[in-house]
């Protein structure tokens, strides 16, 4: 019986030499070559303003939240259905969140119901492309326009997929992207930033080396730098830009892999009546990052985990809605109570499977044999 993990972090075998290279720079601290190397390849990939490496995604938002210069009370409309960071940024900054349903179809946000959420306080909407698949932007986008307010994509899962033929992350003013060991592409820990609307760029770099403009003063243009704003040392190390090197020169045979993997999921699952696959719109491409089912119940989803333990595959669970998070319960009483039956479905019954670059295709045959022998079993009792 195989022993098959959830997550397994994939190496290109470059990192080391690369982290050796970035030490015999003798510059250990941020912003060094291999950091001006990974964003001048995203700059030119996303044809965004700017673009900033940071030590996680989580820290990438958190410079979203102080762009968006919110005041106390200002509202943000964020999905139920994410994963903790995307709200903490901004509640951090004392904004107001408003927890919007995902849609029936999709985990994603409901861009129908987004214009009911608005009121004279919002300010900024956040969208999460979960499982790296677009949320309709169109929609979003429209509704952003129509009341002046900021759209801040989270893209944590997103590299590399596209809406309508442009790429996530480019869409928004404002887009955070994961390089966590759970991600596509990988350092660890590790994060980024990316500006697509001009007026964000130099206060945000700024924001980025500890509230002062030691970023100029190291390109030669000014010749001392001081305090000049808000901040924190959101930098990652030069060395671990040079694992994330490491992992972009193999951007295309690693997503190619993960696709792979994702087709022979949906195909060998499709004819499974009892469970749900993901849906793809039209508008949306995917990059491999997550394959999930949908189970009936939390109970059938329970025991399909377990019994895909005993057999030596493991699985997991994703966000519980964070409507009903005990910190909501006490900072937010009244989101609490919101109904949000969509983002609690999810909750309830989505599960992922095992997904990752070096997972061969026997093992995840296996998976497939497993899942539909525990429908079958379950159908003849």
Known sequence: ?????????????????????????????????????????????????????????????????????????????????????????????????????????????????????????????????????????????????????????????????????????????????????????????????VINDERFCKRAEILWEKGTDRAQFFRGEINKYGWKDTGSSFLPADYVAAFLWAQLEQLVQIQERRIEIWNQYYFGLKDINQIKLPNIPDYATNNGHIFYILCSSGIERSKLISYLKTHGVNTAFHYLSLHKSDFVKQYQPDSYLQNLPFADCYTEQLLRLPLYADLNSSEVAYVINAIKEFYTIKESI
Not at 72 to 91: G, H, K, N
Not at 180 to 185: A, G, L, Q, R, V
Request: charged content about 20%; overall charge negative.
């Open 1 to 193: 019986m195989p022993k098959i993990p959830f997550n397994l972090p994939h190496f290109t075998g470059n990192e080391l030499d690369y982290i050796k290279l970035s030490l015999q720079t003798g510059w250990t601290g941020g912003n060094g070559s291999f950091t001006q190397k990974c964003e001048s390849f995203f700059k030119e990939k996303l044809h965004a303003k700017s673009v900033l490496l940071t030590s996680s995604c989580t820290d990438a938002l958190e410079m979203c939240a102080l762009l968006c210069e919110l005041k106390p009370d200002d509202e943000v409309i964020v999905p139920s259905y994410t994963f903790v960071s995307s709200a903490l940024a901004f509640v951090r900054c004392g904004a107001k969140i408003v927890f919007a349903d995902s849609s029936k179809d999709s985990p994603c946000i409901d861009a129908d119901k987004l214009e009911s959420l608005i009121t004279s306080r919002t300010k900024v909407i956040v969208v999460v492309h979960y499982a790296g698949i677009a949320c309709n932007m169109d929609k979003i986008m429209c509704v952003a326009s129509k009341y002046r307010l900021l759209v801040v994509e989270d893209a944590a899962q997103a590299i590399d997929s596209y809406y309508k033929g442009s790429l996530l992350g480019t869409i928004g003013h404002l887009a955070a992207f994961s390089f966590h060991e759970s991600k596509n592409i990988q350092c660890g820990e590790g994060g980024m930033l």
